[in-house]
């Protein structure tokens, strides 16, 4: 089954994304630090990732997208953020 991990620190917003999700028929995992969610990928394989850029911790969602990239080249990378532009970002190849 095509797994996505989704990472969002607000719980809300990742409970939303996740219930759409789960809708559409996809089996779903969910993270609310980057950290978390690099040791989920550890543990599980991802075929697409949709993140925050901004999460609590040391780890962003753009090293959780580069490390999902190095580990699964084939997935998909959603990346999001209320406040940073994409010119601001250094995206993984894809991304």
């Known amino acids: 089954m095509f797994k996505v991990l989704v990472v969002e620190d607000d719980v809300l917003i ?3 994304i996740v219930d759409a999700l789960h809708e ?3 089996e779903v995992l969910e993270a609310g630090t980057a950290e978390d969610a690099i040791n989920m990928m550890n543990e599980d394989t991802i075929h ?4 925050d850029i901004q999460l609590p911790g040391k ?3 753009i090293d959780v997208a580069h490390a999902v990239t190095k ?3 084939d997935a998909g990378i959603i990346v999001v953020s209320g406040r940073l532009s994409p010119e601001d970002i250094a995206l993984p190849s894809g991304g």
């Open 14 to 16: 990742r409970l939303t």
């Open 24 to 26: 559409a028929g996809f």
């Open 48 to 51: 697409l990732l949709f993140t």
């Open 59 to 61: 780890l962003t969602g």
């Open 71 to 73: 580990r699964f080249p």
